[in-house]
């Protein structure tokens, strides 16, 4: 199996398209015959213009070779919808999602974004409608990450917290941690003896440390996005970039 992982996206759908590309010419290039698998490593909404295609995209593809898993950003989307059901526009939750990036998701909903309460509440019926059971499903996810148990490679949004065993961490953390000692110190090994490919804490490149690589490159940001190629037997990884 070959594992293509693929950071935060970030509503970026032009470059996600140009990635999925590559992976194409990668995969037929070098891995003719070889099964596949892709692994979205959450944050696929929020800040870029295009997160609507990015999900249209997403959910579109085979399951049997995709794996989609929660970032923090799918999380504080649902956290805003469930909240509003009710019919209440002012919620903290949503508040707090459109100051991250939750504004510009919603205007690829709806073609004149104007940020009245209408507004608000159309672009929220339309993007509930269009995705809110499929991002319900992933926010629920029992295990918000994938384990590849005879390879060591654990896929999760943010990473780990170092002190803890997997099976200690809560949701959340998936989704939201920063452990300092899991980003910044080469020397720390985790009990767990795993490979953690993760992206949330955004960088220049890939982050590529003792039991972990970082890719989220920070694509809504100007930065490319990045896939990271992991087949059996190889020593290290491989990166894709557009």
């Known amino acids: 199996m070959i594992y293509y992982a693929i950071g935060d996206i970030h509503g970026e759908h032009a470059k996600l398209t140009a990635l999925l590309s590559a992976i194409e010419h990668h995969h037929r290039t070098n891995w003719q015959g070889q099964d596949r698998h892709l692994v979205f490593l959450g944050d696929m909404i929020d800040r870029g213009p295009a997160s609507r295609e990015v999900l249209d995209l997403a959910f579109s593809l085979p399951p049997e070779t995709t794996t989609i898993l929660p970032g923090n950003h799918e999380s504080m989307c649902m956290n805003a919808i469930r909240e509003t059901e009710t019919g209440r526009g002012d919620s903290r939750e949503l ?17 004149e974004p104007c940020m009245s309460d209408d507004w608000l509440t159309e672009a929220l019926a339309v993007m509930r409608s269009t ?38 961490h809560s949701h959340e953390e998936f989704l939201w941690s920063r452990d300092p000692i899991f980003l910044e110190d080469p020397t720390s090994r985790w009990s767990e003896n795993l490979t953690v490919i993760h992206g949330h804490t955004p960088a220049d490149e890939p982050n590529i440390r003792p039991g972990r690589i970082g890719i989220d490159t920070g694509a809504c940001f100007g930065g490319q996005l990045t896939a990271c190629v992991l087949a059996p037997g190889c020593e290290a990884p491989e990166f894709i970039q557009v």
Do not use: C, I
């Open 131 to 168: 995705h809110g059971a499929l991002l319900e499903q992933l926010t629920q996810r029992d295990k918000p990450y994938l384990l590849d148990k005879d390879r060591r490679l654990l896929f999760v949004h943010a990473g780990v917290v170092m002190r803890k065993s997997l099976g200690d």
């Open 95 to 111: 508040a707090f999602w459109l100051r991250n990036g939750g504004t510009e998701t919603l205007a690829s909903y709806l073609d």
